[in-house]
């Protein structure tokens, strides 16, 4: 079956700093997703990508659809406090269902 | 903006009852989706839904699932017998034409 590493699994962030944090798969995918869940809350769609090479940002945050349609990355610029929260990754092969990773924590450092 | 709603936010049952979750998907949307996130673990998909039936299931979708819509509006996800192992948070979607899947704030389904 299709397979998502995510990593980091997580980090500890300091209010500015750029965070980085990837997914890569087993399988070629045709879409890629990223989405960000906060503490019992559904999952919010940051990013959708739809072509190898695509590189989209939605303000602070910029995601790539990897050449090899196998991996996909997501950068979130100049961290604040309200970034925190568990951000997945999520793919789609062919036909409608996404396979999630398992999540980045993004936690703040005190 | 539009969003997907779920129905209860909470529901406690015990081991062996039916339970029935409720969504209400974007009224634009065509496909519909259940997922369920066991406490602390991925988003795990269940079933997707079009044209009034299964388009794919998972292997967690078993005899004890079931999914309607019932009208215009709601989609159901029906768990006939439940088990402790289906504690989770279940999670509904709906989807663009651009594959971009919405979810609902969630039902948290606690058996006992």
């Known amino acids: 079956g299709q397979q998502l590493n995510q990593s980091p699994q997580s980090m500890f962030i300091q209010e500015g700093e750029d965070v980085s944090m990837n997914c890569t798969s087993s399988?070629?995918?045709?879409?890629w997703l990223w989405y960000k869940q906060d503490p019992g809350e559904g999952p919010v769609l940051l990013i959708a990508?739809?072509?190898?090479?695509e590189l989209t940002s939605n303000g602070r945050l910029t995601a790539q659809f990897g050449i090899t349609r196998k991996d996909s990355f997501l950068n979130i610029s100049a961290s604040i406090p309200s970034d925190v929260g568990i951000y997945f990754c999520a793919g789609r092969e062919y036909g409608n269902k996404l396979v999630f990773g398992a999540g980045t924590i993004l936690r703040v450092k005190s | 903006e539009p969003e997907v709603t779920q129905t209860p936010s909470h529901q406690v049952t015990q081991m062996g009852q039916e339970v029935i979750l409720r969504c209400v998907p974007i009224?634009?949307?065509?496909?519909f989706y259940w997922y369920r996130q066991i406490l602390g673990q991925k988003v795990e998909f269940l079933v997707s839904f079009y044209n009034n039936e299964i388009s794919e299931k998972s292997e967690i979708f078993d005899d004890q699932f079931s999914v309607e819509r019932p009208d215009g509006s709601n989609f159901t996800l029906k768990i006939r017998s439940t088990k402790l192992e289906d504690s989770a948070m279940y999670f509904c979607?709906?989807?663009?034409?651009?594959?971009?899947?919405?979810f609902g704030p969630g039902t948290r389904l606690t058996v006992t």
């Open positions: 979607a709906s989807r663009s034409p651009r594959y971009e899947q919405y």
């Open positions: 009224s634009n949307h065509l496909y």
């Open positions: 399988s070629i995918f045709n879409t």
């Open positions: 990508l739809y072509k190898a090479g």
